[in-house]
């Protein structure tokens, strides 16, 4: 078949629950993809060897110096229970040299060196755009960075600093090395906080749990606490009516002794500044929401005498200004996704959380939520909120044609694709999939169920921006805040061996929290049904590879699952210096199948067949549970440079209904993601050893997953990464299967059948996906017949396995 039927038929291989085809012509075609990539990586080895040798400092004028190395050493000897770090005071140097990677090695800087000084040349100006240019010291940058280090410390509170720079210059070398000499000495500390706030009600919100704030007693000054706190008490009284209120009304006074490093803090807080129309406002008091209005069609060019223009309505207590020609929503979606309540006293995280909500509908293009003091209404002070809204385009449709050719067997296949954004005024997404393939079948294959190739393909899926389950409270679906996503597909392909039918159903819930640092999706039903109704004789018994045939024969499985997703890893700015040393991530998941099926089988009384198991549709259905965590840590050095940890496993148990989990939901071993010094499922499981690659593909799967990985990473130059890795692991079988000899799980036994691996890796990151190539060796096999230890007597061919993927390995 062509290339392009290939890969549809790979996709429709995906539909059928497994990728049985794909990892066998995968394994085919990766031999001969990576026959000569050995002799690549010994030229690119070679260059990169070479590069040192050219002068590092080739591009520097003559009178200049190159700024071969800055360090920063603190001198004082009680550092190690300070809050002080040279990591952090590195972000405060106005200079620094150029990047080091492999312990030393400035590759960015050799690679501009290779270039000439004939800027006409493009090879010349190539080179330099790629690699960085000599950094040339500036002593005027060493002095600056000294005030910089000294105003740094101060504001974390020592003080009593002292910067020194010292320089070494080499001026034969024509180098210039800079140390950054830091005594800490002893910091302020604060002896006393107290608050002098007038406004009772105030006082007693900020001194209702003082452990929450940074600034504690006997802690060190330091100024830069001063601030957040300011911002912690400003978010808190806002978080509880005080709308007005900014941080520019608390203020600190700092009393200190001469000679003394104990600080007495006093928090002040100022009188407000009188709001305009409102000159009742001579306090801080707390203001109440008077209204709210959805303003769905917001035209600033529409308004009249600074009113909204359109056709007023309400719904439980939420007013809807419309345009009378484009009602394009609904007013119950709107008011479940307001979190601001009239009556009640203002609520910044409200109007936080009503933006949040907002921004899962894709029908709107433009959200802004804008509070309006008003005058005192019988001694209480008010606000009035807008929510302006502005809708994005609703519809879209787009098509795809194409055609094959296959040793002369001409097809084609047509494709039309469809969204709606608002299918039922609730910014409810509908998208619609159709596609046709057909293709000329020539030659007799004998016994012919169809005469040529022909396939039949739709999925329909829709996406509530909310909670959507019958019996479930107004204030329950606010605060789960989730998607509900309902999903099916079919398929039918007819061939001149077969016919066969692929169906699938699901019903989830996706949300996220904490600022989206957290995710999850819950399953509620996943249903996956494959039947091969029509096929010639002895089609199946033809097929040689044990996984290939798996996907043809008749399986269905209902499953209900959940997976969570967490991270405390920061979004920071390009334009922030500040870099987050260490995060970590955690993956867990969950899922059951067959429990629903089993007990109305029970129920009902069905009886078993000669399989002695429960049917539906005339196919045994799969029961089992099945776990698995993933923990991964990253501690960056700098920047440019990191170590990362991963640690994961897993159990599949089935039960009831099934002696063995699913193929596809058993767990595997080798490959990008895993141990790499193995291919997609070549390892394990246990000491199990294959003896045909084809037909053991299928048994080199397990019920138990371990595996751990650490990887230093660096970037190298331009978009250019480098990695060193070291895995270990393996699966097991919970049972002892005939089939899979040495594959059960001992705990006396397990830790030695760990396999290990060590490489490396080359990386392209292109900020918004990355491209891998790594190169992993065996260094223990557990393999029954194998040689145990082949890193005391490595053979390339036969430990070596190279992996192309996608994204970082974990």
């Not at 040339?136 to 000294?146: E, G, K, N």
């Not at 000495?185 to 929450?212: C, G, M, Q, S, W």
């Not at 809807?320 to 709107?334: A, K, Q």
């Not at 891998?772 to 390339?796: C, T, V, Y």
């Amino acid at each position: 078949m062509g290339a392009l039927f290939v890969l549809k038929y790979f996709v429709n291989r995906v539909k059928g629950t497994n990728f049985a085809l794909i990892f066998y012509r995968f394994t085919v075609l990766r031999t001969h993809f990576f026959k000569h990539i050995t002799t690549l990586c010994a030229i690119a080895a070679a260059m990169v060897a070479l590069l040192p040798s050219c002068s590092s400092t080739k591009h520097v004028p003559d009178g200049k110096y190159l700024l071969d190395d800055v360090s920063l050493r603190i001198l004082d000897e009680q550092n190690e229970t300070s809050e002080v770090s040279t990591y952090d005071l590195a972000n405060y140097l106005r200079q620094t040299e150029n990047h080091k990677v492999l312990g030393g090695l400035k590759l960015q800087l050799a690679f501009y060196n290779l270039s000439g000084k004939d800027s006409t040349k493009w090879f010349n100006r190539w080179v330099q755009r790629v690699g960085t240019p000599p950094v040339i010291y500036d002593s005027a940058l060493t002095d600056a960075s000294v005030s910089q280090l000294s105003m740094a410390l101060t504001n974390k509170g020592y003080m009593n600093n002292h910067v020194t720079s010292d320089v070494r210059t080499n001026a034969k070398k024509k180098k210039v090395s800079v140390t950054y000499n830091i005594r800490l000495n002893e910091p302020y500390y604060v002896r006393n906080i107290t608050y002098d706030v007038p406004n009772d009600t105030i006082r007693k919100i900020i001194l209702a749990d003082t452990t929450l704030y940074p600034i504690r007693q006997n802690s060190v000054f330091d100024h830069n606490n001063l601030e957040k706190e300011r911002e912690f008490i400003t978010e808190t009284l806002r978080n509880n009516g005080y709308f007005a209120f900014n941080k520019e009304y608390i203020t600190f006074f700092a009393d200190t002794a001469a000679g003394s490093r104990a600080v007495d803090l006093t928090l002040n807080t100022r009188p407000p500044r009188t709001l305009a129309h409102i000159p009742e406002y001579k306090s801080h008091r707390p203001f109440y929401v008077r209204s709210v209005t959805f303003v769905t069609n917001y035209n600033p060019v529409t308004m009249q005498d600074g009113k909204y223009s359109g056709k007023q309505m309400e719904y439980n207590g939420i007013n809807f200004i419309y345009d009378e020609n484009d009602i394009y929503l609904r007013r119950s979606p709107l008011y479940e996704c307001c979190y601001i309540t009239p009556g009640e006293m203002y609520d910044a995280s409200n109007v936080t959380k009503t933006y949040k909500a907002l921004g899962r509908f894709s029908i709107l293009k433009f959200v802004n939520i804008i509070t309006n003091p008003v005058a005192e209404i019988d001694g209480r002070m008010y606000v009035d909120t807008y929510i302006l809204l502005q809708r994005d385009k609703s519809q879209s449709v787009s098509f795809a044609v194409e055609g094959t050719n296959s040793e002369g067997d001409l097809g084609f296949g047509v494709g039309v694709n469809y969204q709606h954004r608002n299918i039922f005024k609730g910014s409810e997404v509908l998208s619609a999939k159709f596609n046709t393939h057909y293709e000329s079948i020539s030659g007799d294959v004998g016994g012919l169920i169809n005469d040529n190739y022909s396939e039949y393909s739709g999925e329909l899926g829709i996406v509530y921006p909310k909670f959507k389950a019958p019996f479930l409270k107004h204030s329950f679906k606010q605060r789960i805040k989730a998607t509900t996503e309902l999903t099916t597909s079919f398929s039918y392909q007819a061939r001149p061996e077969y016919t066969r039918i692929i169906a699938g159903a699901g019903w989830k819930y996706v949300w996220s929290e904490r600022q989206n640092q957290t995710h999850h999706t819950f399953n509620l039903v996943d249903l996956n049904y494959v039947s091969l109704p029509k096929s010639k004789s002895h089609f199946l018994d033809s097929i040689s590879n044990p996984l290939l045939r798996y996907s043809y024969e008749d399986h269905f499985i209902m499953r209900l699952g959940y997976s969570f997703y967490h991270t405390n890893k920061r979004e920071i700015s390009p334009l922030s210096k500040a870099l987050q040393q260490n995060f970590y991530t955690i993956r867990a998941s969950a899922e059951t199948a067959g429990n629903v099926l089993y007990g109305i089988s029970k129920l009902i009384g069905q009886s078993k067949g000669v399989e002695d198991s429960y049917k539906v549709f005339g196919i045994r259905y799969s029961q089992y549970v099945k776990m698995q965590a993933d923990y991964a840590f990253t501690h960056n050095f700098s920047d440019r440079t990191s170590l990362a940890m991963h640690v994961g496993a897993g159990v599949a148990i089935p039960y009831g209904n099934s002696s063995v989990v699913p193929f596809e939901k058993r767990f595997y071993a080798g490959g990008a993601n895993s141990v790499r010094g193995w291919g997609v499922r070549t390892l394990g499981p246990g000491s199990f050893a294959t003896r045909n690659s084809q037909n053991s593909f299928i048994y080199q799967c397990g019920d138990i997953r371990f595996d751990a990985s650490i990887e230093f990473r660096s970037k190298l130059f331009w978009v250019i990464e480098g990695a060193a890795f070291v895995d270990a692991g393996n699966i097991w079988t919970i049972r002892d299967y005939a089939d899979q000899p040495g594959g059960v799980f001992k705990f006396g036994k397990f830790y030695e059948q760990l396999a290990l691996a060590y490489g490396v890796g080359l990386r392209m990151n292109f900020t918004y996906f990355l491209v891998r190539l790594d190169m992993g060796m065996k260094a223990h096999d557990p393999a029954s017949g194998q040689e145990h230890w082949p890193m005391f007597s490595p053979n390339f061919k036969r430990d070596s396995e190279f992996h192309f993927s996608v994204g970082y390995p974990f």
